[in-house]
């Protein structure tokens, strides 16, 4: 994350005159001011390089606002910022966050809420794709293999499917969201992640350690890593008893929790071919 990007990204970008092919991948953190947006890139990067011929780009915006009177944007006006200028195609979208004590994606003291956008370059050539929430703009992302997941607002059964629609070849999943799903009685569609190895539940509620374990809800069949609080594993396995859990924990090679414990009654039983147990701490994870 850049605290100082019209710091020094900005000079950085306006010393290279000469570059023809330009590159970024950045998460800028603002407070009460504008997002990056096709305008900004155009007057601070594009005007400068006159040789630049190819400009591949994904940017995050988090800005915190402190001013109630903050006018924000629409995920239109983002969008119409990029007509009329050589960007190519362009997908966007604004989301806002407001402060909750379950939200800890805000973490100054003085913010009243978060609102975040993302602009990303299509066809999207990165592999990694950062904060997703619930105004994903949908498209498909064939090159990623590592997503984040992160809103205040609750994922649900059906926004998993069209997740694992968009993103076939993710390995690595993580998912930050502190909020229960509100639709429980998931429907019958399958969900499948057929290349996922690690999923991080460190900072996710109980629910989607339902959502992802229970082998009726999602389709994991080369999971190898999981990533989770011990008292989420122990509700959602009902300490190591409960059957639609049990597929998925036995094939499980590495077990990552927040803390140390003492292996309980039908613990190993359960994690039949893990070998690599260990604690971390909730602000530290292993990945």
């Known amino acids: 994350m850049i605290h100082d990007y019209?710091?020094?990204?900005?000079?950085?970008?306006?010393?290279?005159?000469?570059?023809?092919?330009?590159?970024?991948?950045?998460?800028?953190?603002?407070?009460?001011?504008?997002?990056i947006d096709g305008t900004e890139l155009c007057d601070q990067v594009l005007v400068h390089m006159s040789q630049l011929n190819k400009f591949i780009f994904s940017i995050n915006t988090d800005v915190f606002i402190e001013n109630n009177e903050m006018d924000v944007p629409l995920s239109e006006d983002i969008q119409n910022s990029f007509i009329g200028k050589e960007y190519g195609q362009v997908r966007s979208y604004v989301h806002f966050e407001p402060k909750k004590p379950t939200n800890q994606n805000i973490d100054f003291?003085?913010?009243?809420?978060?609102?975040?956008?993302?602009?990303?370059?299509?066809?999207?050539?990165?592999?990694?794709?950062?904060?997703?929430?619930?105004?994903?703009?949908?498209?498909?992302?064939?090159?990623v293999r590592c997503l984040t997941m992160t809103d205040s607002y609750p994922f649900e059964h059906e926004f998993f499917k069209i997740i694992s629609d968009r993103f076939p070849l993710v390995k690595n999943l993580t998912i930050s969201n502190l909020e229960p799903q509100k639709n429980k009685q998931h429907s019958s569609t399958l969900i499948s992640f057929p290349h996922l190895n690690l999923l991080n539940l460190i900072d996710a509620h109980d629910d989607y350690a339902q959502q992802f374990l229970v082998d009726m809800n999602t389709h994991l069949?080369?999971?190898?890593?999981?990533?989770?609080?011990?008292?989420?594993?122990?509700?959602?396995?009902?300490?190591?008893?409960?059957?639609?859990?049990?597929?998925?924990?036995?094939?499980?090679?590495?077990?990552?929790?927040?803390?140390?414990?003492?292996?309980?009654?039908?613990?190993?039983?359960?994690?039949?071919?893990?070998?690599?147990?260990?604690?971390?701490?909730?602000?530290?994870?292993p990945f």
């Open 6 to 35: 019209d710091k020094y990204i900005i000079p950085l970008l306006h010393r290279m005159i000469n570059l023809e092919e330009l590159i970024l991948f950045l998460t800028v953190i603002r407070t009460d001011s504008s997002f």
């Open 109 to 143: 003291e003085e913010a009243k809420a978060v609102v975040k956008s993302h602009i990303y370059s299509l066809p999207y050539q990165f592999e990694s794709f950062l904060d997703l929430n619930n105004s994903f703009q949908g498209g498909m992302f064939v090159n």
């Open 221 to 285: 069949p080369c999971l190898l890593d999981l990533c989770i609080l011990y008292e989420s594993l122990e509700t959602v396995t009902n300490n190591f008893t409960n059957g639609a859990t049990r597929l998925y924990c036995s094939k499980l090679k590495g077990l990552h929790m927040d803390k140390a414990f003492v292996r309980p009654k039908h613990f190993d039983e359960y994690f039949l071919e893990t070998n690599k147990i260990c604690s971390q701490t909730r602000n530290n994870p």
